[in-house]
């Protein structure tokens, strides 16, 4: 029980701190990037950095410094780049999980990691401090809120792999070993347990897979 919980906590880790979306685009510089357009346009110039949770529901987009913005939501885009950050559209969101939604990219290959960030309750209030000089202290004081974050792998584009479901965490050695087939000798690793080929270990397995493929 002990390990399942570890488990679930590194697949969907959180920030202990709150994410506070109001009006957080007022304040934030224009950044460069792009959006590219379901018809697989890619069009150059400016973005707002949204937070996390805001960031996957919508985009802010400048064709220049001083023009208007022009706001898509996951319906209207492929994907959009902002300074070092890309976001894909894919289905994620809803009791099917067939709604779309901007998923940051972590890892890019044949197989592709995103993040996906939710906002979780919790009852106790944080504070962080910012700085301390002599007996002045400047701190922040949070409503306890907390963003979740959930791990999702597509390979090829299309074959996805929820690894915070229920299934994966239960069955690793079979969905996964499964979902690599196609590099025998690492699915067979996993399949056998062998060690460093566990699920805490998706990020290693993952890099193994498209350093394969790569070549």
């Known amino acids: 029980m002990k390990h399942l919980v570890l488990v679930v906590a590194v697949l969907m880790s959180s920030f ?3 994410q506070i979306d109001d009006n957080w685009e007022d304040v934030s510089e224009k950044l460069p990037g792009y959006v590219i357009t ?16 805001k960031s996957q529901r919508k985009v802010k987009f400048f064709k220049t410094l001083d023009d208007k913005p022009v706001v898509y939501d996951p319906e209207d885009l492929k994907a959009y780049k902002i300074e070092n ?5 894919h289905p ?3 009791l099917s999980g067939k709604t779309k939604v901007f998923l940051l990219r972590t890892v890019d290959g044949k197989i592709s990691l995103f993040d996906y960030y939710i906002r979780v309750e919790d009852d106790k209030g944080a504070e962080m401090t ?8 400047v ?3 949070f409503d306890g809120t907390k963003i979740q974050t959930e791990v999702l792998a597509v390979k090829d584009g299309d074959d996805y792999l929820k690894f915070a479901s229920s299934k994966v965490i239960f069955s690793f050695k079979n969905v996964m070993s499964k979902y690599v087939s196609d590099y025998p000798e690492l699915a067979k690793k996993i399949k056998d347990k062998e060690e460093g080929y566990r699920i805490l270990s998706i990020l290693k397995i993952v890099n193994e897979y498209n350093a394969h493929f790569a070549h």
């Open 16 to 18: 202990g701190f709150s």
């Open 38 to 53: 379901n018809k697989g346009e890619k069009i150059e110039g400016y973005l707002k950095r949204f937070l996390k949770i």
């Open 85 to 89: 950050d890309y976001y894909e559209t």
């Open 92 to 94: 994620y969101e809803g």
């Open 130 to 137: 910012l700085s301390k000089k002599g007996n002045t202290e």
């Open 139 to 141: 701190s922040l004081d």
